[in-house]
């Protein structure tokens, strides 16, 4: 089961990776992220949907059986949400949002690298609680209020509900192990 995980991992990340190289806003000096528009709101929406992908394969050698059940879980989901982000064809655009994701995404395996064990799970899930709260805020302030077409609107509400009713669980698991030690 942990080498079909792996690779089944793997190989999404490399077909989300592949379509967010798309040609976009690369920085705070190009004016087309003065005038947002759907590419940039789905360039973030397919980030955050990302995000949630890699980060629950971060905790792949857990042995805590309810939380690998979880982040299954996440990684269906934000798969599916990603793949219906695609199928909308509109071209994606980067922004710096979306690019601070994927470079929190980064500074999250370079953070949780040091835990093994328990504390591992613990500082995981106080990791998964911190970034539903932030990327749920992120859909409510940033995406939803800038979003121009229906069908992506519908999508962003998508996710948004996935993700509010993941953070639950974050919470109810979080509430059984724990908080972290430091």
């Known amino acids: 089961m942990k080498q079909y995980r792996i690779g089944r991992i793997a190989a999404t990340a490399v077909l989300m990776l592949g379509a967010l190289a798309v040609t976009g806003c690369l920085g ?30 971060f905790a792949e050698d857990s042995e805590n059986t309810d939380l690998l059940t979880l982040t299954d879980s996440i990684s269906t989901h934000a798969e599916a949400q990603f793949d219906a982000f695609l199928d909308l064809d509109i071209t994606v655009r980067e922004t710096t949002l979306s690019q601070a994701i994927a470079r929190q995404t980064s500074d999250i395996a370079n953070l949780l690298s040091i835990y093994t064990g328990e504390e591992f799970d613990r500082q995981y899930v106080q990791v998964l609680v911190d970034l539903y709260e932030q990327n749920i805020g992120i859909i409510d302030e940033d995406l939803l209020t800038a979003v121009e077409s229906p069908e992506l609107e519908a999508e962003l509400q998508a996710l948004r509900a996935t993700l509010v009713a993941e953070q639950l669980e974050v919470i109810a698991l979080q509430t059984e192990i724990g908080p972290p030690e430091s």
Do not use: C, E
């Open 28 to 57: 705070d000096n190009d004016p087309v992220d003065v005038d947002v528009n759907d590419g940039h709101v789905i360039g973030v929406g397919l980030r955050v949907a990302q995000q949630h992908f890699n980060v629950a394969a």
